[in-house]
Protein backbone atom coordinates (compact mmCIF):
# COMPACT_ATOMS: atom_id res chain seq x y z
CA UNK A 1 0.00 0.00 0.00
CA UNK A 2 1.54 3.76 -1.06
CA UNK A 3 1.92 5.86 1.51
CA UNK A 4 0.85 9.58 0.38
CA UNK A 5 0.30 12.73 1.75
CA UNK A 6 -1.84 14.44 -0.49
CA UNK A 7 -4.53 12.25 -0.79
CA UNK A 8 -6.06 10.61 2.72
CA UNK A 9 -8.79 8.24 0.99
CA UNK A 10 -9.41 6.83 4.55
CA UNK A 11 -10.55 10.15 5.76
CA UNK A 12 -12.48 10.98 2.85
CA UNK A 13 -14.68 7.80 3.27
CA UNK A 14 -15.30 8.01 7.11
CA UNK A 15 -15.30 11.69 6.27
CA UNK A 16 -18.68 11.04 3.49
CA UNK A 17 -19.96 8.49 5.88
CA UNK A 18 -19.99 10.52 9.00
CA UNK A 19 -21.97 13.15 7.08
CA UNK A 20 -24.42 10.56 5.60
CA UNK A 21 -25.06 9.34 9.72
CA UNK A 22 -25.34 12.59 10.70
CA UNK A 23 -27.92 13.83 7.90
CA UNK A 24 -29.72 10.82 8.96
CA UNK A 25 -29.68 11.77 12.73
CA UNK A 26 -31.42 15.00 12.18
CA UNK A 27 -34.07 13.37 9.80
CA UNK A 28 -34.58 11.35 13.20
CA UNK A 29 -34.52 13.93 15.34
CA UNK A 30 -37.09 15.88 13.22
CA UNK A 31 -39.25 12.94 12.84
CA UNK A 32 -39.50 12.50 16.97
CA UNK A 33 -39.98 16.03 17.47
CA UNK A 34 -42.84 17.26 14.86
CA UNK A 35 -44.16 13.57 15.01
CA UNK A 36 -44.55 13.25 11.82
CA UNK A 37 -42.71 11.04 9.08
CA UNK A 38 -43.18 12.89 6.49
CA UNK A 39 -41.08 16.66 7.42
CA UNK A 40 -40.49 18.09 4.41
CA UNK A 41 -42.01 16.94 1.00
CA UNK A 42 -38.29 15.44 -0.31
CA UNK A 43 -39.20 12.64 2.13
CA UNK A 44 -41.78 11.75 0.45
CA UNK A 45 -43.28 13.95 -2.62
CA UNK A 46 -46.08 11.38 -3.18
CA UNK A 47 -47.55 10.29 0.02
CA UNK A 48 -46.98 13.79 1.04
CA UNK A 49 -50.09 14.67 -1.81
CA UNK A 50 -52.28 11.91 -1.01
CA UNK A 51 -52.06 12.80 2.88
CA UNK A 52 -52.97 16.30 1.95
CA UNK A 53 -55.99 15.57 -0.16
CA UNK A 54 -57.66 12.58 2.69
CA UNK A 55 -56.97 15.33 5.28
CA UNK A 56 -59.16 17.55 3.43
CA UNK A 57 -61.57 15.02 2.60
CA UNK A 58 -61.69 14.30 6.21
CA UNK A 59 -62.29 17.70 6.62
CA UNK A 60 -65.05 18.32 4.32
CA UNK A 61 -66.98 15.22 5.99
CA UNK A 62 -66.78 17.19 9.18
CA UNK A 63 -68.22 20.30 7.68
CA UNK A 64 -71.19 18.11 6.20
CA UNK A 65 -71.88 16.60 9.08
CA UNK A 66 -72.06 20.10 10.91
CA UNK A 67 -74.52 21.17 7.93
CA UNK A 68 -76.39 17.52 9.00
CA UNK A 69 -76.49 18.89 12.42
CA UNK A 70 -78.37 22.25 11.91
CA UNK A 71 -80.91 20.25 9.48
CA UNK A 72 -81.47 17.94 12.64
CA UNK A 73 -82.12 21.31 14.66
CA UNK A 74 -84.25 22.88 12.68
CA UNK A 75 -86.54 19.83 12.51
CA UNK A 76 -86.17 19.35 16.20
CA UNK A 77 -87.82 22.75 16.23
CA UNK A 78 -90.35 22.18 13.82
CA UNK A 79 -91.11 19.33 15.64
CA UNK A 80 -91.72 21.20 18.94
CA UNK A 81 -93.79 23.78 16.89
CA UNK A 82 -96.05 20.79 15.98
CA UNK A 83 -96.26 19.53 19.11
CA UNK A 84 -98.02 22.37 20.67
CA UNK A 85 -100.51 22.57 17.72
CA UNK A 86 -101.47 19.50 18.24
CA UNK A 87 -102.33 20.61 21.97
CA UNK A 88 -103.63 23.57 20.92
CA UNK A 89 -105.63 21.29 18.52
CA UNK A 90 -106.83 18.84 21.25
CA UNK A 91 -108.13 21.95 23.44
CA UNK A 92 -110.14 23.06 20.50
CA UNK A 93 -111.56 19.67 20.07
CA UNK A 94 -112.54 19.18 23.77
CA UNK A 95 -114.04 22.86 23.67
CA UNK A 96 -116.21 22.34 20.76
CA UNK A 97 -117.22 18.75 21.97
CA UNK A 98 -118.35 20.80 25.27
CA UNK A 99 -119.74 23.49 23.57
CA UNK A 100 -122.47 21.17 21.89
CA UNK A 101 -123.58 20.43 25.60
CA UNK A 102 -127.37 21.56 25.36
CA UNK A 103 -127.26 22.62 29.15
CA UNK A 104 -124.91 25.37 28.59
CA UNK A 105 -126.07 28.83 28.64
CA UNK A 106 -125.23 32.06 26.46
CA UNK A 107 -122.57 33.53 28.74
CA UNK A 108 -121.45 29.71 29.06
CA UNK A 109 -121.20 29.23 25.09
CA UNK A 110 -119.29 32.86 24.82
CA UNK A 111 -116.97 31.92 27.24
CA UNK A 112 -116.02 28.47 25.72
CA UNK A 113 -115.77 31.04 21.97
CA UNK A 114 -113.37 33.62 23.66
CA UNK A 115 -111.04 30.84 24.53
CA UNK A 116 -111.43 29.22 21.18
CA UNK A 117 -110.50 32.73 19.66
CA UNK A 118 -107.51 33.02 21.89
CA UNK A 119 -106.56 29.62 20.56
CA UNK A 120 -107.48 30.69 16.63
CA UNK A 121 -104.57 33.59 17.44
CA UNK A 122 -102.08 31.04 18.91
CA UNK A 123 -102.35 28.59 15.90
CA UNK A 124 -101.80 31.30 13.54
CA UNK A 125 -98.80 32.66 15.41
CA UNK A 126 -97.23 28.91 15.34
CA UNK A 127 -97.22 28.86 11.71
CA UNK A 128 -95.39 32.16 10.87
CA UNK A 129 -92.06 30.31 13.47
CA UNK A 130 -88.78 30.35 12.13
CA UNK A 131 -85.08 29.21 12.93
CA UNK A 132 -82.25 31.28 11.97
CA UNK A 133 -84.88 33.82 10.19
CA UNK A 134 -85.33 30.17 8.09
CA UNK A 135 -89.70 29.85 7.86
CA UNK A 136 -90.40 26.40 9.55
CA UNK A 137 -93.40 26.05 7.27
CA UNK A 138 -94.23 26.51 3.72
CA UNK A 139 -94.26 24.82 0.31
CA UNK A 140 -90.69 25.34 -0.24
CA UNK A 141 -88.36 21.87 0.16
CA UNK A 142 -84.55 22.08 1.67
CA UNK A 143 -81.99 20.09 0.11
CA UNK A 144 -79.64 18.67 2.34
CA UNK A 145 -76.67 16.93 1.18
CA UNK A 146 -74.87 14.18 2.95
CA UNK A 147 -71.82 14.11 0.99
CA UNK A 148 -68.56 16.06 0.78
CA UNK A 149 -68.78 15.74 -2.75
CA UNK A 150 -72.23 17.76 -2.32
CA UNK A 151 -73.63 14.91 -4.68
CA UNK A 152 -77.14 16.11 -5.11
CA UNK A 153 -78.84 12.58 -5.70
CA UNK A 154 -78.14 11.67 -2.66
CA UNK A 155 -79.28 14.60 -0.65
CA UNK A 156 -82.32 14.34 1.50
CA UNK A 157 -84.98 16.70 1.23
CA UNK A 158 -87.03 18.15 4.00
CA UNK A 159 -90.63 18.23 2.52
CA UNK A 160 -92.26 22.48 2.75
CA UNK A 161 -94.71 21.77 5.33
CA UNK A 162 -97.67 23.82 5.21
CA UNK A 163 -99.23 24.25 8.11
CA UNK A 164 -101.40 27.31 7.42
CA UNK A 165 -102.89 25.60 4.19
CA UNK A 166 -106.61 23.82 4.46
CA UNK A 167 -106.03 20.60 2.36
CA UNK A 168 -102.94 19.68 4.71
CA UNK A 169 -102.62 21.99 7.21
CA UNK A 170 -104.88 23.86 9.90
CA UNK A 171 -106.01 26.36 7.57
CA UNK A 172 -109.79 25.24 7.84
CA UNK A 173 -109.54 25.91 11.83
CA UNK A 174 -107.82 29.62 12.02
CA UNK A 175 -110.13 30.66 8.40
CA UNK A 176 -111.64 33.91 8.73
CA UNK A 177 -114.82 32.81 8.15
CA UNK A 178 -114.53 30.94 11.18
CA UNK A 179 -115.38 33.08 14.22
CA UNK A 180 -116.99 30.90 16.82
CA UNK A 181 -117.36 27.08 17.98
CA UNK A 182 -121.18 26.68 16.52
CA UNK A 183 -119.60 28.07 13.37
CA UNK A 184 -121.24 25.81 10.48
CA UNK A 185 -117.40 25.72 8.80
CA UNK A 186 -115.84 23.73 11.96
CA UNK A 187 -117.26 20.96 12.55
CA UNK A 188 -115.79 18.48 14.55
CA UNK A 189 -114.79 16.21 11.64
CA UNK A 190 -112.79 19.26 10.44
CA UNK A 191 -110.88 19.59 13.88
CA UNK A 192 -110.02 15.69 13.75
CA UNK A 193 -109.02 16.31 10.33
CA UNK A 194 -106.27 19.34 11.14
CA UNK A 195 -105.10 16.89 14.00
CA UNK A 196 -104.54 14.12 11.90
CA UNK A 197 -102.73 16.56 9.28
CA UNK A 198 -100.10 17.37 12.22
CA UNK A 199 -100.04 13.79 13.17
CA UNK A 200 -98.48 13.45 9.57
CA UNK A 201 -96.55 15.60 9.68
CA UNK A 202 -94.99 14.86 12.79
CA UNK A 203 -94.50 10.97 11.56
CA UNK A 204 -92.57 12.69 8.21
CA UNK A 205 -90.96 15.48 10.17
CA UNK A 206 -89.08 12.01 12.75
CA UNK A 207 -88.70 9.79 9.06
CA UNK A 208 -86.50 12.95 8.05
CA UNK A 209 -84.72 12.75 11.56
CA UNK A 210 -83.84 9.52 11.09
CA UNK A 211 -82.05 9.40 8.00
CA UNK A 212 -79.88 12.25 8.63
CA UNK A 213 -79.00 10.59 11.91
CA UNK A 214 -78.05 7.68 9.71
CA UNK A 215 -76.17 9.72 7.55
CA UNK A 216 -74.29 11.78 10.21
CA UNK A 217 -73.07 8.44 11.23
CA UNK A 218 -72.24 7.49 8.44
CA UNK A 219 -70.03 10.56 8.05
CA UNK A 220 -68.73 9.87 11.46
CA UNK A 221 -67.48 6.77 10.48
CA UNK A 222 -65.78 8.22 6.92
CA UNK A 223 -64.31 10.90 8.70
CA UNK A 224 -62.29 8.45 11.56
CA UNK A 225 -61.30 6.12 8.73
CA UNK A 226 -59.95 9.20 6.44
CA UNK A 227 -57.97 10.94 9.50
CA UNK A 228 -56.53 6.98 9.78
CA UNK A 229 -55.41 6.59 6.45
CA UNK A 230 -53.23 10.10 6.68
CA UNK A 231 -52.07 9.00 9.67
CA UNK A 232 -50.16 6.28 8.34
CA UNK A 233 -48.44 8.14 5.97
CA UNK A 234 -48.03 10.88 8.02
CA UNK A 235 -47.38 10.28 11.77
CA UNK A 236 -44.17 8.92 12.81
CA UNK A 237 -43.94 5.15 13.97
CA UNK A 238 -42.36 6.19 17.38
CA UNK A 239 -41.35 2.76 18.32
CA UNK A 240 -39.51 2.21 15.03
CA UNK A 241 -38.29 5.94 15.22
CA UNK A 242 -36.62 6.04 18.67
CA UNK A 243 -34.47 2.32 17.47
CA UNK A 244 -33.62 4.11 13.98
CA UNK A 245 -32.53 7.30 16.21
CA UNK A 246 -30.16 5.00 18.23
CA UNK A 247 -28.53 3.40 15.33
CA UNK A 248 -28.01 6.65 13.78
CA UNK A 249 -26.37 8.29 17.04
CA UNK A 250 -23.98 5.19 17.50
CA UNK A 251 -23.21 5.71 13.56
CA UNK A 252 -22.18 9.25 13.99
CA UNK A 253 -20.19 8.85 17.17
CA UNK A 254 -18.15 5.72 15.56
CA UNK A 255 -17.82 8.03 12.26
CA UNK A 256 -16.18 10.49 14.15
CA UNK A 257 -13.89 8.27 16.41
CA UNK A 258 -13.24 6.84 12.98
CA UNK A 259 -12.38 10.09 10.94
CA UNK A 260 -9.73 11.10 13.80
CA UNK A 261 -8.58 7.53 13.22
CA UNK A 262 -7.58 7.83 9.39
CA UNK A 263 -6.65 11.70 10.10
CA UNK A 264 -3.98 10.37 12.18
CA UNK A 265 -2.65 8.11 9.46
CA UNK A 266 -1.01 10.75 7.55
CA UNK A 267 1.49 10.88 10.33
CA UNK A 268 3.12 7.52 9.05
CA UNK A 269 4.38 9.91 5.83
CA UNK A 270 5.71 12.19 8.61
CA UNK A 271 7.79 10.07 10.68
CA UNK A 272 9.19 8.50 7.47
CA UNK A 273 10.69 11.92 6.42
CA UNK A 274 11.49 12.26 10.11
CA UNK A 275 13.66 9.18 10.13
Not at 96 to 102: E, I, R
Not at 269 to 275: I, M, P, R, S
Amino acid sequence: MSVVINTNYAATVASNNLAASNNSLQKSLNRLSSGSKIVSPSDDAGGLAVSMKLTAAAKRQGAVNNNIGNSVSFLQTQDGVLKVAGKVLDRISELKTLYVDPTKNSTDLANYDAEFTSLQAQLSALTNEKFNNISLFGTNNLSVPVTDDGNTSSAVTIEGRDLSGTTAGIGNITAGTVTSLGSTNLALSTITGAIQNVATMRAENGAEQSRLGFAAELLTVNKANLEAASSRIMDVDVAEESTQLARWNILVQSGTAMLSQANQSAQTALKLLQG
